[in-house]
């Protein structure tokens, strides 16, 4: 099977240093196979036997046993990235411009209600069972957004990325 692996807060100003060369290897070395990664900031396409559950404690174990961080790896499907994206409510010039926050698991009703209530002025905030679609109108660099905010009253783990990580991710993960 097919797995897209979102690494969080990796190389990030410094912090949690992951080399990608590195990382292919030691991954390779502990059974994932066809292991391509992109970027710096944690973005992994592989295949594996085994299931999601099973491929994000192995990644995570790995990455602890070689730089030793503890992070949060999420991992997806294509077919579950590529509903992801599609499902974003944006046309296409916000929908270019904006992030796409990946839950790690989904939101409880009564969770997902109470982010659905959080406002903030200047950006739009679409919040579904699977992702959360942020855009911001006056640019990221400007952005109130804060993660830990809509973690918090969503009970989830996220991970951002942004329009082009998202295309490139499923462009990588075409079945071959």
Do not use: W
Request: contains cysteine.
């Amino acid at each position: 099977m097919l797995y897209i692996a979102l690494l969080r807060g990796i190389n990030v100003g410094g912090h949690n240093k992951v080399p990608m060369a590195v990382l292919r290897v030691a991954l390779s070395q502990v059974g994932l196979k066809n292991v391509q990664t992109y970027i710096q900031s944690g973005n992994i396409v592989f295949e594996f036997i085994e299931d999601r559950a099973t491929s994000e404690k192995l990644i995570q174990s790995t990455i602890f046993k070689h730089f030793g961080i503890q992070i949060p790896v999420i991992v997806k499907t294509r077919a579950q990235m590529e509903t992801i994206f599609d499902a974003c409510p944006y046309e296409l010039e916000k929908k270019t411009k904006s992030y796409f926050i990946i839950f790690n698991k989904t939101p409880i009703p009564d969770d997902l209600k109470a982010g659905q209530q959080l406002v903030l002025e200047n950006e739009e905030v679409l919040i579904t069972d699977k992702a959360l679609y942020l855009y911001s109108s006056l640019g990221m660099g400007k952005s109130k957004f804060n993660m830990k905010t809509f973690e918090r009253k969503l009970n989830v783990t996220g991970t951002s990325r942004n329009y082009n990580t998202m295309l490139k991710l499923l462009s990588l993960s075409l079945e071959k």
